[in-house]
């Protein structure tokens, strides 16, 4: 059994900054990729940014040069860095993980269950 648990969103002023944690636990025989989404009341849920088991990354174009995304040395947990926030960048941020769990490292799509981030203007 796989678990991802989210943490770090909460209230934040515009130009201000906050980091999200996303731990994948459980029967993991490894990462393919790792990846924090996000969506808005009424808005499709959009990709924000990924790092693959590489360490290859991309970013949706509205944060780049704001968030980083980044790993730790297991591939197991990803951090979301984002500074100089924006009142457009309230939404519930959702962590992905594409792993390969169990001894024989069968395919699996992973959810967390979303962690509210709110930027005040």
């Known amino acids: 059994q796989v678990q991802l648990v989210e943490s770090g969103g909460g209230l934040v002023q515009a130009g201000g900054s906050l980091r999200l944690s996303c731990v994948a636990s459980?029967?993991?025989?490894?990462?393919?990729?790792m990846a924090w989404y996000r969506q808005a009341p009424g808005n499709e849920r959009e990709l924000v940014a990924a790092?693959?088991?590489?360490?290859?990354?991309n970013y949706a174009e509205s944060v780049k040069g704001r968030f980083t995304i980044s790993r730790d040395n297991s591939k197991t947990t990803v951090i979301l860095q984002m500074n100089s926030l924006k009142p457009d960048d309230t939404a519930v941020y959702y962590c992905?993980?594409?792993?390969?769990?169990?001894?024989?490292?069968?395919?699996?799509?992973?959810w967390g269950q979303g962690t509210q981030v709110t930027v005040s203007s």
């Open positions: 992905n993980a594409d792993l390969l769990v169990g001894l024989s490292a069968i395919q699996n799509d992973y």
């Open positions: 459980g029967s993991i025989y490894s990462v393919n990729h």
């Open positions: 790092i693959t088991g590489g360490g290859s990354t």
